[in-house]
């Protein structure tokens, strides 16, 4: 273990099995998925995930899809019940307080890429309707920055239609998952460098974006599309 480091890192249940199954469920639920990209996140090798985020089931359906074992960044407060907090913390999620962003949280994410694990961040700062509307927070860059761990970032779109209403029970329900291709580390290790990660990763972001509102989304009741 790297000194300074937490001893005791978070578990990740994620057998292969398992994310085939929610996978299933969810192309099953939410009756159209498109699922593309996936092939270009490496299969090894330190990285970290940079997602939007529109729901609560955000980190299960990250985790069905990707082809990895991947550790999520969740939000203090969703370890107060601790049924539910069992129940993540077994699918990887290790919690995020704000008022410490930089200790412990930072701390455990560098440990994990350390030993070449995959962290999952999610740059908008949390659950928002459309992309960037509260702007992006740097913790990619610094990530990075910290570990020379590459990052994927992942357009996650329409997760909330679930269980909305009538949404959810129409043909409106969908979701896609599309991944970009890795970024490399920034070479220079300073806040240049860093905000130079977080801005490729926005701008690849709004290039998905825009190509998913510009298109025909697929309906419910449609064939699901695009495997890996």
Known sequence: MTPGLPGRLPYNGQPRWFKSLCGA???????????????????EG?????????????????GAFIPRPVYFMAKIELFRNRAFAAVI??????????EKALGSTFRTA???????????IFPEGGIVDSLGENGYKEGVGLLSSLTGAPVVPIYLEDTNTLFSWPAGPTRRSRMALWAGGPIDPPEDR???????????????????????????????????????
Do not use: K, W
């Not at 469920?25 to 299969?43: H, N, Y």
């Not at 995930?49 to 609560?56: D, K, P």
């Not at 974006?209 to 695009?226: H, V």
């Open 25 to 43: 469920f969810f192309r099953m639920a939410f009756g159209a998925c498109s699922v593309r990209g996936t092939e270009q996140i490496p299969a």
């Open 46 to 62: 330190p990285l970290i995930i940079a997602s939007t985020h529109r729901s609560y089931i955000d980190p299960i359906v990250l």
């Open 110 to 120: 560098v440990g994990l890429l350390q030993q070449g694990e995959a962290v999952v």
């Open 89 to 98: 913390r077994g699918f990887g999620s290790f919690p995020v307080d704000p």
């Open 190 to 228: 300073g806040r240049e460098g860093r905000n130079h990660i977080a801005e490729r990763v926005q701008a690849a972001l709004e290039e998905m974006n825009r190509e998913f509102t510009a298109g025909d989304p697929p309906r419910a009741g449609s064939p699901p599309s695009g495997g890996r």
